[in-house]
T-cell receptor
Framework: GNSVTQMEGPVTLSEEAFLTINCTYT??????LFWYVQYPGEGLQLLLK?????DKGSNKGFEATYRKETTSFHLEKGSVQVSDSAVYFC??????????????FGQGTILTVHP | EAGVAQSPRYKIIEKRQSVAFWCNPI?????LYWYQQILGQGPKLLIQ????????DSQLPKDRFSAERLKGVDSTLKIQPAKLEDSAVYLC???????????FGPGTRLTVT
């Protein structure tokens, strides 16, 4: 079945540092890929998505590129802020053998940014 | 536009008791999902409804969990009897149709003692 693996966490950075959170996936067919963010005390929110190979999703300075050859969807940001402190989840939907809409999540990566 | 509403926000029960959670999706959203998020893990889909029909309940422990979506709007998720390992946050999400963005509610944090 489908699965998502995220880099081990937590990640601690200083403000304005470069961020990379690795995400790789296993799926048949052509899934859609997502990054969700969960800020302290809030619900899950969609951060960005990509629906086909080589697509780049971007939002709030974050970017991720759908790489089918390496089955990866790494999240990057050039300069993080304290307000980016949150838990980040990589997820996929679709692909062969699963119902449309069902999201399969990675285990989440806790990001803490210090001033 | 109002978001996905869930209640209660927190619940503490003893093992072998029963509990029910309620979800009100965004108006007009035909697809509704219940996810279980155990501490330190990503959410896992329990059940997906399309209107009031079940699309996917392959990971729902049907010996103790049940869910319904009457009239294709609100939904309830029930656990009876609860086990210690059911301690988790239960998330409800909705989308206009399955391939559109899912919007998540704030979740219900269940503690089973």
């Amino acid at each position: 079945g489908n699965s998502v693996t995220q880099m081990e966490g937590p990640v601690t950075l200083s403000e304005e540092a470069f961020l990379t959170i690795n995400c790789t996936y296993t799926a048949t067919g052509y899934p859609s890929l997502f990054w969700y963010v969960q800020y302290p005390g809030e619900g899950l929110q969609l951060l960005l998505k990509a629906t086909k190979a080589d697509d780049k999703g971007s939002n709030k300075g974050f970017e991720a590129t759908y790489r089918k050859e390496t089955t990866s969807f790494h999240l990057e940001k050039g300069s993080v802020q304290v307000s980016d402190s949150a838990v980040y989840f990589c997820a996929l939907s679709g692909g062969g053998g699963t119902s449309y809409g069902k999201l399969t999540f990675g285990q989440g990566t806790i990001l803490t940014v210090h001033p | 536009e109002a978001g996905v509403a869930q209640s209660p926000r927190y619940k503490i029960i003893e093992k072998r008791q029963s509990v029910a959670f309620w979800c009100n999706p965004i108006s007009g959203h035909a697809t509704l999902y219940w996810y279980q998020q155990i501490l330190g893990q990503g959410p896992k889909l329990l059940i997906q409804f399309q209107n009031n029909g079940v699309v996917d309940d392959s990971q729902l422990p049907k010996d103790r969990f049940s869910a319904e979506r009457l009239k294709g709007v609100d939904s309830t998720l029930k656990i009876q009897p609860a086990k210690l390992e059911d301690s988790a946050v239960y998330l409800c999400a909705s989308s206009l149709i399955p391939t559109y963005e899912q919007y998540f509610g704030p979740g219900t944090r269940l503690t089973v003692t």
